[in-house]
């Protein structure tokens, strides 16, 4: 089997399920033979362990561990799921302070351990925020760490091939940027069906609205029909990222990524975004004024949640994150 890179990628929570998704997906998609299987849970992480050493795939060298030091040392690239997920009837919001304590111990693991690694995708929710406490605790550069939040986008393509009875991937642009709470901003402008722009497809204003009311609770849903929070479409689409980020194929779907600029201060969001082997790359989204609106006020969300997190002191105020991480 040939391998992309021989780096070490490091998989946080791969006890849990989307963890274990992506131990399989990586070693299936041949991103690297290297895979570290780190989780606090030993019994779990064992399990995977040894259910992936029986797929036996070809080549590969994997090592699992409760060890923070022995699962960090060396890598290159790490995507973690590791924190808790919602339950029936939360939202994302309602997991912030344990998992974002969670993230700044991620975050200070990462500048003990690895501060060489090449890049890291934040999977674990509420993940702007998450991932923000992780960028401000490891010292990385805004550009070696994004957050998953392509699903949201899936979420809408889905919904409008169902609307026009089209195959899914004949829905081009179908795009949400800003927060990955329900407080997201889902863009139209820019879809096209089957290459025909949305705008002349006759969508009525209520469909419209549902299919935005689908997309915002589109990871709800999954917990309805399923029992528990989505997890085959987050592995695969993290795999997807840190797929881009060793050099292969670009990712082109929204990613949360560091934004600082005139408009939106100090914050993780979902932008027009590509992730390559430099890392990622963010352009300012162009939409309707109701959709900017839209964005804006996901922004401001985004804005009180790190206030929140600055409140609890799991990172400091916005004028001394540069004592903590030189490159913000
Ligand atoms: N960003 C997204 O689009 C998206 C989508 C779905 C789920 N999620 C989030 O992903 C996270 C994981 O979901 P899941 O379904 O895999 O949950 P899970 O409970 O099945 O697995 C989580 C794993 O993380 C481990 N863990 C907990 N704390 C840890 C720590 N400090 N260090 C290392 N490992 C730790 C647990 O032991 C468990 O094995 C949740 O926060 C969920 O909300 C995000």
Redesign the pocket.
């Known amino acids: 089997m040939n391998y992309l890179t021989n780096d070490k990628l490091v998989i946080?929570?791969a006890?849990?399920?989307?963890?274990s998704n992506m131990v399989q997906s990586v070693l299936t998609l041949g991103l690297t033979p290297n895979v570290c299987l780190?989780?606090?849970?030993e019994p779990?992480v064992h399990g995977v362990y040894d259910e992936i050493c029986q797929c036996a795939f070809e080549g590969a060298n994997l090592c699992y561990t409760t060890d923070p030091e022995k699962a960090f040392t060396d890598a290159k690239y790490i995507i973690s799921?590791?924190?808790?997920?919602?339950k029936d009837g939360m939202t994302?919001e309602d997991?912030l302070k344990g998992?974002c304590q969670?993230a700044a111990?991620f975050g200070d693991n990462i500048k003990k351990y690895c501060p060489n690694v090449e890049h890291v995708v934040v999977?674990?929710?509420p993940?702007d925020v998450t991932a923000l406490t992780t960028l401000i605790h490891s010292g990385l550069k805004p550009n070696q760490l994004t957050s998953?939040a392509a699903?949201d986008s899936t979420r809408l393509q889905q919904a409008l091939a169902d609307e026009f009875g089209v195959q899914q991937d004949k829905v081009v642009g179908a795009h949400t940027y800003g927060g990955?709470g329900e407080q997201m901003a889902v863009f139209a402008s820019k879809v096209s069906i089957d290459g025909k722009p949305l705008s002349e497809m006759g969508l009525s204003e209520e469909k419209w609205a549902a299919i935005k009311l689908r997309t915002t609770q589109g990871?709800s849903n999954i917990i309805k029909l399923r029992g528990r929070?989505?997890?085959q479409s987050?592995a695969y689409c993290a795999v997807k990222m840190i797929q881009a980020a060793m050099g292969g194929d670009k990712f082109t779907l929204p990613a949360g990524c560091y934004v600082n600029n005139e408009k939106f201060k100090n914050v993780m969001m979902a932008m027009p975004t590509t992730i390559d082997k430099t890392g990622v790359h963010f352009a300012e989204p162009t939409g309707t004024p109701e959709e900017l609106a839209a964005l804006e006020a996901s922004y401001e969300h985004l804005c009180k949640m790190r206030e929140e997190i600055i409140e609890l002191g799991i990172v400091p105020a916005v004028d001394q994150w540069k004592e903590m991480n030189p490159n913000l």
């Open positions: 946080v929570g006890g849990g399920m989307i963890g780190y989780d606090i849970y779990g799921s590791g924190g808790a997920p919602r994302r997991l998992n969670i111990d999977i674990f929710n993940a998953l699903l990955h990871g929070s989505s997890f987050p």
